[in-house]
């Protein structure tokens, strides 16, 4: 019965479900801060504990988290190096950790216009190295913008040659400088920047965190985890890029984001 009562009464109300998905598809970040405001008057949590579990992996045992984010209807995960209910985590405090958002594209189907795989790796790796450590998986596509935003971003940054075999990166007729992430977004009439990191803050929080040492290069992930109440200490963490796309991306980056990535961090890989 409980189910019935779920589904819309009518077809205006279904109508109105469908352009509501339909909006939160192309513009997921459009809902976030209306409703983080309105949990924080209710004295409710942006995030809920959903499970954790036991997760073997090649950089070692971690406890593995779902968390419920109550702002926007995603999940996020958290993963705590070794047994938590056995301390792992010690006093929480100056605990290395990571922010990383999903990027399917690189991590997945491992598209060579970026480094996130590698730098979730590393970040795997450093953690496993120290003992001790957390790494917060956050689902938020294309900075924020999703899979659609992503879409959008490609279309803008790629192109198929004149035979339709090879994809070749765009570049600006005037400038001649390549399309880099940011230009793609913008171009869209997309925020090239629109993640929120207010959530994994509280996550940490959720899990006894009082400081970090945080693997980032990022100021807005610096304010957002500060913004928690907890005390963070940026690490930079690096990964030579492989080619010239990802060299561009990281100039743009430091360039229009802010990011502490300097000249020496733009030379090409050649292992």
């Known amino acids: 019965?409980?189910?019935?009562?779920?589904?819309?009464?009518?077809?205006?109300?279904?109508?109105?479900?469908?352009?509501?998905?339909?909006?939160?598809?192309?513009?997921?970040?459009?809902?976030?801060?209306?409703?983080?405001?309105?949990?924080?008057?209710?004295?409710?949590?942006?995030?809920?504990?959903?499970?954790?579990?036991?997760?073997?992996?090649?950089?070692?045992?971690?406890?593995?988290?779902?968390?419920?984010?109550?702002?926007?209807?995603?999940?996020?995960?958290?993963?705590?190096?070794?047994?938590?209910?056995?301390?792992?985590?010690?006093?929480?405090?100056?605990?290395?950790?990571?922010?990383?958002?999903?990027?399917?594209?690189?991590?997945?189907?491992?598209?060579?216009?970026?480094?996130?795989?590698?730098?979730?790796?590393?970040?795997?790796?450093?953690?496993?190295?120290?003992g001790r450590g957390v790494l917060i998986y956050l689902e938020q596509e294309g900075r924020g913008t999703g899979i659609s935003g992503k879409m959008h971003q490609l279309n803008?940054?790629?192109?198929?040659?004149?035979?339709?075999?090879?994809?070749l990166q765009r570049v600006d007729q005037q400038t001649g400088e390549r399309i880099d992430t940011d230009r793609a977004y913008r171009d869209a009439g997309l925020p090239s920047e629109i993640r929120d990191f207010d959530v994994a803050g509280e996550m940490l929080k959720h899990i006894g965190i009082e400081s970090v040492r945080l693997l980032t290069n990022n100021p807005a992930k610096i304010a957002g985890i500060e913004s928690a109440g907890i005390k963070v200490e940026p690490v930079e963490i690096h990964i030579q890029p492989d080619n010239e796309i990802i060299a561009c991306d990281l100039r743009s980056k430091a360039?229009?984001?802010?990011?502490?990535?300097?000249?020496e961090h733009l030379k090409l890989n050649h292992d």
């Open 255 to 263: 360039a229009n984001l802010g990011h502490h990535i300097s000249e």
């Open 1 to 130: 019965m409980a189910l019935r009562e779920s589904i819309p009464a009518s077809r205006a109300e279904a109508e109105l479900l469908i352009a509501q998905r339909n909006f939160g598809w192309k513009q997921p970040w459009n809902s976030i801060q209306r409703n983080k405001d309105i949990l924080r008057s209710e004295g409710l949590p942006l995030v809920v504990e959903l499970g954790r579990a036991p997760l073997p992996t090649e950089f070692g045992d971690w406890t593995y988290y779902a968390f419920g984010d109550r702002t926007e209807g995603s999940h996020h995960e958290v993963l705590v190096f070794g047994n938590i209910d056995s301390g792992s985590l010690g006093d929480g405090k100056n605990v290395l950790t990571r922010i990383h958002s999903a990027c399917r594209t690189n991590e997945v189907y491992h598209a060579v216009n970026c480094e996130c795989r590698k730098e979730l790796h590393q970040a795997m790796k450093l953690i496993s190295e120290e």
């Open 156 to 167: 803008g940054m790629f192109e198929w040659d004149g035979g339709g075999t090879k994809i």
